[in-house]
């Protein structure tokens, strides 16, 4: 096995938001070179586990578990790391009806996006659902955003009801919650859903296996990667501008990952309404990894 260590510098935040729980989670094999970011989403039919936790803790925790356990070999590509996220969405699936939740109902489900990286000696392999992102940093100063934000269509849809509630006179974030409600409910119906407005998301639905994204790319020149959860995007005024996750690469490059997220925080507190920069809630939960290559990826 290659000891990736002496090749890059790792750095990791994960920070709840303003919920009650933190429904990210971070995966950390650091001598395995494997890496990832999960978040979980809570499910639009309320649902809490004996100790508490909402289903997307849950979604999120079955994810990491799944990748942490996964043994490896020195060849493991691509190909397996979506073999980690599927076998993550069978167990889900069958945590959900061990504990009486309706299968055939989206919004019952509990849910997770999630990103895992491989940093092998010559390449880097990544598998993607949802809107968990890779960057890439290069030393030549380039940026290079290496997945899709599979909800960002979904998002801004649900951002633009929210503004347009708030423009109307609805006040407070409860009420407004209620106005978006059925925009939410549609998008998650739209989970691993094969047409034009679907996304990849771990929810037990075995479509999700057919939606996985994974690719390889090589180390050459590079300088660093960012793995992000979407609570590390910068809020916008306008729904049609959020999500732009070079831009936060840049931030996290020029501020520093944990300096970043302390400002990030701060911005968000800035707007507690969630109406000067349309959002669900006033702070996302925030998980990352930051690797650093100072050989430039060689």
Request: charged share 25%; hydrophobic share 45%; net charge neutral.
């Amino acid at each position: 096995m290659i000891d990736v260590r002496k090749a890059m510098r790792i750095r990791t935040i994960s920070i709840r938001g303003s919920g009650e729980w933190n429904e990210d989670a971070l995966i950390v094999r650091e001598r395995d070179g494997l890496f990832g970011v999960v978040d979980g989403a809570t499910s639009l039919v309320p649902f809490r586990a004996p100790s508490g936790e909402t289903g997307g803790v849950l979604a999120a925790r079955i994810t990491a578990e799944t990748v942490m356990e996964w043994p490896l070999g020195p060849d493991t590509g691509c190909a397996e790391l979506a073999d980690m996220l599927a076998e993550a969405n069978r167990r889900q699936a069958a945590r959900m009806a061990a504990a009486g939740i309706d299968l055939s109902r989206k919004e019952a489900l509990w849910s997770a996006g999630a990103l895992v990286v491989r940093v092998r000696q010559n390449a880097v392999d990544f598998a993607q659902a949802g809107d968990c992102m890779l960057v890439a940093g290069y030393r030549d100063g380039t940026y290079r955003v290496l997945t899709r934000d599979q909800l960002a269509g979904v998002d801004r849809e649900t951002l633009r009801r929210w503004a347009e509630a708030a423009a109307s006179g609805v006040a407070g974030r409860d009420l407004l919650w209620q106005a978006v409600l059925p925009t939410i409910a549609a998008g998650r119906r739209l989970a691993n859903d094969g047409g034009p407005g679907g996304y990849a998301l771990l929810n037990g639905d075995p479509a999700f296996e057919r939606h996985i994204e994974c690719g390889t790319i090589n180390r050459l020149g590079l300088r660093f990667l960012l793995l992000m959860t979407d609570g590390l995007y910068i809020p916008k005024a306008d729904p049609a501008k959020a999500f732009d996750a070079a831009e936060t690469a840049r931030m996290v490059d020029r501020m520093g990952l944990e300096a970043y997220a302390e400002w990030l925080v701060q911005y968000e507190r800035s707007d507690a309404a969630c109406v000067r920069f349309p959002r669900v809630k006033v702070s996302d939960d925030k998980t990352a990894v930051l690797l650093a290559f100072p050989d430039g990826g060689r």
